[in-house]
């Protein structure tokens, strides 16, 4: 959190945050005081005219903060002791200061350790081992993208980490009421209305998490006795009017920022159902939830080894959970986590066939297979997450060349990696063999290229160009520059640094590109070349290159709105 360009609270954390100040602070649910928060505390939007475009979405007139507020409700208490802590100690009260930004860090942490606890305690009714147990809830926190998404960047303001809590007890608490050994006792009634009535205020998604009831013991028998009990208990009645108090909350925020009760924040994006994108959302490179978090295919696996109809009930689960959630415009659901971080909530359900998975090998005298799995899935979990911090893994870009070109990685790597089944054209152009930068000397011999015919000005015109570097300073300065014209005057510059990929004076390759700026068209030309703007250290360039490179439609380079 010490770097301007590294902050707890972003991206889609800050829309389902910024209810808090916005209601104890700024007194202000049309969010402008985002505006001036931005500038101070983001380096990396400071330019930006609009910041609340990031969580506002307007349409028909209306200006609404498109994220739903049960992350700003489960946050509360933890914004409540920074704000009153900000005061006494003498720190900022904007909401967005050093104090609560690692306030929130301690907020994700802890909802994560509650998760854990309940799904213990939910795994524990089941009779395994408290071997296996403590060996499942490992596998779950450090072998999956839990670990991302409870540590990574921006994560903890996102919304995963604290639905893994709700879910692990609404799991729990549901196999507390549909037993069919005990008596349907009202406070479970008042605790899964509750749960589920956060859950959908959080993401109304995850309220799919009601398809798994059956798996707790829910028939139609004990539907009705549940029902009963509801009416005429007062803690039914409370759990009733407490969800319903929940939901209006929703209604009564968008009144606040509309003038209507009714309101689709989330207004031109969609599921798509009739595309759903199946393979790509389990196996794809991009983000792909088994490529990325390997443990679940033993998860999956166990779902065969359950009695009764346990296995119809999580084959239909986890069909229509895949289904729905891959069939989102931006499928990719890229972020500040490794893999799909929208099944993350749905671990404490894999949790269960997990360990029945692991319980097989065991009583089938495979234990040391059992208690391999850690080994080799926790080092590969922790490695591409740091990956994808350091962003050598680009889950949101990633091919299969680029995966297993940079599997073993733990630098920094420049990438711009496009698949090459998508690319339509291409034209590849050599700039220089070598070139030595110095005080005297801080350009490199560039070349100015015409664009080519196929290049527009789209979605899908990309330039991308290439080298070796070296020298004798990590800390250089040094700048690759695109820079276009026309009719020789510069209409467009960019500048890709190259100080993070220089590694003990060492050959490194570097990759960088671009789409291709909206303000150049056919006749343009380019100039390709490195910058030294200041030191007095030498920089070593060899094997300049640059590609023009059109692809299809196939694949999506869109960040932000469809």
């Given amino acids: 959190m010490a770097s301007p360009y590294e902050r707890v609270i972003g991206c889609d954390g800050f829309g389902y945050y910024s209810y808090l100040p916005a209601l104890f602070i700024y007194h202000d649910l049309s969010f402008s005081f985002v505006n001036e928060v931005y500038p101070k505390y983001y380096e990396v939007l400071k330019n930006t005219p609009l910041a609340t475009t990031h969580i506002i979405n307007e349409f028909d007139g209306h200006r609404v903060n498109k994220y739903y507020p049960g992350v700003s409700i489960l946050l509360c208490p933890f914004f409540l002791i920074a704000l009153l802590s900000a005061k006494l100690a003498g720190f900022a009260t904007d909401g967005y200061s050093k104090i609560f930004q690692f306030t929130i860090v301690l907020a994700a942490l802890f909802y994560v350790w509650l998760g854990l606890i309940f799904l213990k305690k939910l795994l524990n009714r089941h009779n395994y081992t408290p071997w296996l147990v403590s060996l499942t809830l490992i596998l779950i926190l450090f072998g999956s993208n839990l670990y991302s998404c409870s540590i990574t960047s921006y994560s903890p303001s996102y919304a995963h980490c604290y639905l893994f809590f709700l879910v692990s007890l609404f799991c729990y608490q549901a196999s507390l009421l549909f037993d069919k050994n005990n008596d349907p006792k009202e406070k479970y009634i008042f605790w899964l209305l509750l749960t589920l009535s956060l859950i959908i205020v959080t993401r109304p998604q995850d309220g799919l998490i009601i398809l798994t009831l059956p798996l707790f013991g829910l028939t139609f028998q004990k539907m009705k006795e549940v029902i009963k009990r509801t009416f005429n208990s007062v803690s039914g009645l409370s759990g009733i009017f407490t969800g319903l108090i929940l939901l209006a909350s929703v209604l009564v925020l ?5 003038g209507c009760f009714f309101v689709n924040s989330y207004h031109g994006e969609y599921f798509d159902l009739l595309r759903p994108h199946i393979t790509d959302f389990l196996l794809g490179f991009r983000s792909g939830w088994l490529t990325y978090t390997p443990l679940m295919l033993f998860a999956l696996s166990g779902i065969f080894l359950l009695k009764g109809r346990a296995t119809f009930i999580l084959l239909i689960f986890w069909t229509v959970v895949i289904f729905v959630l891959s069939s989102w415009w931006w499928w990719i659901y890229p972020g500040p986590a490794l893999g799909q971080r929208v099944m993350v909530e749905y671990y404490p359900i894999a949790a269960l066939t997990l360990i029945a998975f692991l319980d097989f090998l065991h009583k089938k005298k495979y234990g040391a297979l059992a208690l391999a799995i850690p080994f080799l899935v926790i080092p590969l979990n922790i490695l591409q997450t740091l990956q994808f911090k350091t962003g050598i893994i680009s889950t949101q870009y990633a091919s299969s060349q680029s995966y297993f070109r940079n599997f073993f990685k733990t630098r920094p790597v420049p990438q711009y990696p496009i698949p090459k089944s998508i690319i339509e054209s ?66 467009s510059w960019n500048g890709f640094g190259l100080s993070p990929y220089i590694y003990d004076k060492d050959w490194s390759y570097y990759e960088c590109g671009m789409l291709l700026p909206s303000t150049v068209a056919p006749g343009d030309s380019i100039a390709f070349y490195v910058w030294k703007p200041e030191g007095n250290d030498s920089t070593f360039v060899e094997n300049l290159k640059l590609e023009f490179i059109r692809i299809n439609d196939s694949y999506d380079f869109r960040i932000g709105h469809p």
Avoid at 254 to 258: A, E, L, V
Avoid at 428 to 444: A, C, G, K, V
């Fill in 426 to 491: 291409m034209i590849e152009i050599p700039i220089q063999d070598f070139s030595i930068l110095t005080q005297s000397n801080r350009f490199s011999a560039g070349k100015k290229v015409p664009l080519p015919d196929f290049i527009k000005t789209d979605d899908y015109s990309h330039i991308r160009a290439s080298m070796r570097i070296r020298s004798n300073s990590p800390k250089i300065k040094d700048v690759v520059v695109f820079d276009f014209s026309h009719k020789g005057k510069s209409i």
């Fill in 254 to 258: 968008w009144h606040k920022q509309t």
